[in-house]
Each structure stands twice: as C-alpha cells, then as structure tokens.
C-alpha cells in the first residue's frame, strides 16, 4: 500500500472494493468507522452487504465476476463528465488517449446488465470520489482472488492516478498492511521445550542437509536489512524506540517513509504513471458475463 494505515481515518473519501475490513482486518475497520465519524464520504462495491456497507454513503451491489466492468464504468464516468484532475494528469501520468479510447465504450447505462449496479449510482459514486480533497481506494480478496485481479488492480490505481490522489497524505493503492515493521517481545517464558518459530523452521532444514543456526531474533532481523536495500535502516533499535517504521528506510538516519511516490513520481522509466484500461471478454458491453 502507499500509505500507511493511519492515513484512513483522515481520508474524506473512501472506495471499498471487494474488501471485507471488518471481518478480515478489525483494526483498519476500526479506522475506517473512525474516517465516518469524521465526515469521510464512504463507496461500498461489494455483492455482499458486508459490515462496511451498513455505514456507507453508497453501496454498490455489483454481480459476482464484473470488477472490471465497474471499474472500466467508473474511468468512463470521471472522463465523460470531466471529472478528473486534468493538471495531476498532464503532468504526471501517461496514456490518457488510448485509456480514453478503451473505457469510452464502458458507459454505466451500457454496462448496467453486467454489473447489475445502476447507472445512477455509478455516476454518483464517481462524483462523491472525484469532489474529495483527499480519497483512499481499499480493496482485498474480492479482487485479488480472481483470475483478473491484476487487471483490475491496475484499473483502480488508474482511478487514484486520475483524480491526484496519489503521492502525498491521506490517499492511495491500501490493500493488507502499510509496509510497516514492528518489534515484539514475548510475553513469557517459555515452559518445557517449547521453540520458538525460527527455530523450528532452522532445526527442519538442518535436517534436510542445510544447515541453519541463529542466536537470537536481532540476528535474523540484521541479515534481512542486508538483503533488502529497502529495509537497511530499519535497525533493531530503531523499531524498539520509534514503535513503527515503514520502509522503505534505506540509511541508518532515515526515519521512514509514511507514504510512497512524493510528488507523485513513480518507479517507472519517465517517472509518470502509465494509465492502464483493457477490454476483455465476458466484461464487454453486450457480452456474456465471465464466471469466476
């Protein structure tokens, strides 16, 4: 995820796709209550009446297997009606014509059969998004356990790249935790031969013939830091004192980074945000719905 957890609750907007919180992460649901009482607008997309849905400003109660043509419709919405952030666009992102070209075709009234979500309220949710300062997208299993999760995945990051709400607080790409570490400590002693995991998993594999040998869990923690470049700063210490660290934290000073992409530039080759829309079978207008 781009942000970090803490960032929901001062969202004004939230997109929930497919994305039970409630059931699956009750600590970010809690911030997700707490983003409502402080005024967040809040969009369900869910086949279910999940927990979230009961406090949402809209519920969008799509069919089974069309994420993508929703979220086609909604990138239809926000360009048809100029809903967009035509500067952040222009200046930061790529593809607009061929993405306008794909999506132009995925207007809510034409699709409204797939998705089995009115017309109306796709064009509403897609006002409330775009008129917020600051927006989160959140999505989880409901997307990523379909064979076009990746599709739609990028179709949603193209969402948050339309209307600027990429690269700075309080908006962003959140899916299961916000690249943060955190230092635990037992809570007892450990009674009869009780292992702890690491060295379970060290014990296993010395008997398969690789040996492995830790003293302690700072040690394991240290070659990870020197593995990953991403990780290096976040020291044992670091994370006793701060709490929470988020990568990346690449040097011994650095004290974080809360949120990705500032000033919105990407890791991409122009540093711009590549667009991303594409028509597939079963999500076309007039098509046979896909089954999943």
Request: hydrophobic share 35%.
């Given at each position: 995820?781009?942000?970090?957890?803490?960032?929901?609750?001062?969202?004004?907007?939230?997109?929930?796709?497919?994305y039970?919180?409630?059931?699956?992460h009750?600590?970010?649901?809690r911030?997700?209550?707490?983003a409502?009482e402080?005024?967040?607008?809040?969009?369900?997309?869910?086949?279910?009446?999940?927990?979230t849905?009961?406090?949402?400003?809209q519920?969008?109660?799509?069919?089974?297997?069309?994420?993508?043509?929703?979220?086609?419709?909604f990138?239809?919405?926000l360009?048809?009606?100029?809903l967009?952030?035509?500067?952040?666009?222009?200046?930061?992102?790529?593809?607009?014509?061929?993405?306008?070209?794909?999506v132009?075709?995925y207007?809510?009234?034409?699709?409204e059969?797939l998705t089995?979500v009115?017309?109306?309220?796709?064009r509403?949710?897609?006002r409330?998004?775009?008129?917020?300062?600051?927006?989160t997208i959140?999505?989880?299993?409901?997307?990523?356990?379909?064979?076009?999760?990746v599709?739609?995945?990028?179709?949603?990051s193209?969402?948050?790249l339309?209307t600027?709400?990429?690269?700075?607080?309080?908006?962003?790409?959140?899916?299961?935790?916000?690249?943060?570490?955190?230092?635990f400590?037992?809570?007892?002693?450990p009674?009869?031969n009780?292992?702890?995991?690491w060295?379970?998993i060290?014990?296993?594999?010395?008997?398969?013939?690789?040996?492995?040998h830790?003293?302690?869990?700072?040690?394991i923690?240290d070659?990870?830091?020197?593995?990953?470049?991403?990780?290096?700063?976040?020291?044992?210490e670091?994370?006793g004192?701060?709490?929470?660290?988020?990568?990346?934290?690449?040097?011994l000073?650095?004290?974080?980074?809360?949120?990705l992409?500032?000033?919105?530039?990407?890791?991409t080759?122009?540093?711009?945000g590549?667009?991303?829309?594409?028509?597939?079978?079963g999500?076309?207008?007039?098509?046979?719905?896909?089954?999943?």
């Open positions: 995820m781009s942000n970090a957890i803490g960032d929901i609750e001062k969202s004004k907007c939230l997109l929930v796709f497919g039970n919180c409630a059931d699956s009750p600590i970010v649901a911030r997700v209550i707490k409502k402080n005024g967040a607008k809040i969009i369900v997309c869910d086949p279910r009446c999940i927990e849905a009961r406090i949402a400003d519920h969008l109660q799509l069919k089974n297997g069309c994420n993508m043509a929703l979220v086609n419709a990138a239809h919405v360009l048809e009606e100029n967009y952030d035509k500067e952040y666009v222009a200046k930061h992102t790529e593809g607009l014509e061929a993405y306008r070209e794909i132009k075709g207007a809510p009234e034409d699709v059969h089995g009115p017309a109306q309220q796709v509403q949710a897609m409330t998004f775009a008129a917020a300062p600051s927006a959140m999505w989880g299993m409901g997307v990523t356990q379909f064979s076009q999760a599709d739609v995945v990028k179709r949603l193209s969402l948050a339309l600027g709400n990429l690269g700075r607080e309080n908006v962003g790409v959140f899916t299961c935790a916000d690249r943060g570490f955190q230092r400590e037992k809570a007892i002693e009674k009869y009780v292992k702890r995991d060295e379970i060290s014990l296993i594999a010395s008997e398969m013939g690789y040996p492995i830790y003293d302690s869990n700072q040690q923690w070659e990870m830091r020197e593995l990953c470049p991403l990780f290096y700063g976040v020291t044992y670091k994370m004192d701060m709490g929470h660290v988020q990568w990346p934290c690449p040097t000073d650095h004290p974080g980074t809360p949120y992409y500032k000033d919105s530039r990407l890791d080759p122009t540093s711009k590549q667009l991303f829309a594409a028509s597939r079978q999500n076309q207008p007039g098509g046979r719905q896909r089954a999943h």
